[in-house]
């Protein structure tokens, strides 16, 4: 009579200590959206299926339902922070391996004045054959960077401290010129919308981790 | 009975204690080495580069140690195959990269200054040959002391 009570109790205890377990794997497990080095959306924000030029060809965002698409801002004559952002993601890309085609990465030109399809696309080349250098439908483009919160503007190159009107126009007349420009990367979700954004210091471990845990949580 | 000085006990201790004292001061004048106390250039790097992508800017990152007592200001950069070199500053104001040419930078007396992705570095326009992952590429730095400074920088990816 008294072994009754025991088993239930054994098996009472045993079922508490998988529930412990579970909840933990649900709480700290790759499927839990914390500790995210990016700055999530929570809801993804919606956004349009914005239309884009490449030397491959047009497309939207909706060509890449089921990927996650990561947008990076520059131009190709950039010399410092855009190739810094460009390599980080192809790192990125590296560290997530298996989970790599599940990804696509878009350098969205903030300079289309300069930078032709085709420079766009041997300039993504350079970083990652997978990667595609695309400019913003002309159509699409303003509500795009409005949307995104994506600033960028043509700024001057001479090496002086002080900034005149004159030299100004000196340097919009030729093309050699600079482009202030926002640094964020943005993840869209496999539906298209607007899922974190990275600032630009994020080292590629810890973009690829992001990476990895929206994946898991799908 | 003593003997002449030079033979006794505290000759002998005198003499090991002034070769000591000697040998102390030789290889304290010798760890004086003129390299530190002097300008010098490090860790130079710059990204592959296709000379005929049509893409025709790329930079230079580098380090400047000034282990002298005086201030050394840069003032210019050379590379024998580009049109220019510029030396700028990326600066990151609410999330806005503004890239900002500098005509010098001022390395402050026993500090180094590093360029890197992201804050100072030499823009190279126009580069005329292209660079592959461990070709090299020289630059020459000027500084307003007068001093020119040779280095190569190493072809490479970011090292993150």
């Known amino acids: 009579m008294k072994k009754a009570p025991t088993v239930v109790a054994h098996l009472l205890k045993q079922a508490c200590i998988f529930g412990i377990i579970l909840l933990s794997l649900n709480g700290c497990g790759p499927n839990a959206l914390s500790e995210l080095n990016g700055t999530l959306l929570d809801p993804a924000m919606d956004i349009a299926d914005y239309g884009f030029n490449s030397a491959d060809g047009d497309f939207n965002v909706s060509d890449f339902q089921g990927k996650h698409l990561v947008l990076a801002f520059g131009y190709t004559y950039c010399p410092d922070a855009c190739p810094t952002t460009m390599a980080r993601l192809n790192q990125t890309i590296k560290l997530i391996e298996e989970d790599a085609d599940q990804v696509q990465v878009l350098l969205i030109t903030v300079d289309p004045l300069r930078d032709s399809l085709s420079k766009l696309k041997t300039y993504t080349n350079t970083f990652h054959t997978d990667f595609i250098g695309a400019a913003v439908a002309p159509q699409d483009s303003a509500a795009l960077f409005k949307t995104l919160g994506i600033y960028h503007e043509r700024a001057r190159t001479s090496a002086t401290d002080s900034v005149s009107e004159e030299g100004l126009a000196e340097d919009n007349a030729t093309d050699d010129y600079l482009v202030d420009h926002t640094t964020s990367t943005i993840v869209l979700d496999p539906d298209g919308n607007w899922r974190m954004v990275w600032n630009f210091e994020l080292k590629p471990e810890e973009m690829a981790a992001d990476l990895k845990k929206l994946i898991r949580a799908q | 009975m003593t003997g002449p000085f030079w033979n006794s ?108 992705p992201g804050g100072h570095h030499m823009m190279v326009k126009g580069l005329q040959r292209s660079l592959d992952v461990g070709d090299r590429l020289e630059i020459t730095l000027g500084f307003a002391n007068g001093h020119s400074i040779k280095t190569t920088a190493l072809t490479m990816w970011d090292s993150e």
Request: charged residues 20%; proline residues 5%.
């Open chain 2, 9 to 116: 006990r505290c000759y002998a201790v005198l003499l090991l204690i002034t070769s000591i004292l000697l040998g102390l001061a030789i290889s304290g004048c010798q760890s004086e080495n003129p390299a530190d106390k002097a300008l010098s250039v490090d860790a130079a790097w710059t990204r592959p580069y296709d000379a005929q992508a049509g893409i025709s800017s790329t930079a230079v990152y580098l380090t400047i140690h000034n282990r002298t007592d005086e201030p050394a200001r840069l003032i210019s950069a050379h590379i024998v195959q580009s049109d220019t070199i510029e030396i700028h500053q990326s600066i990151q104001d609410n999330g806005i990269m503004r890239m900002k040419p500098t005509p010098s930078v001022l390395i402050e007396a026993q500090e180094s200054l590093a360029f890197k």
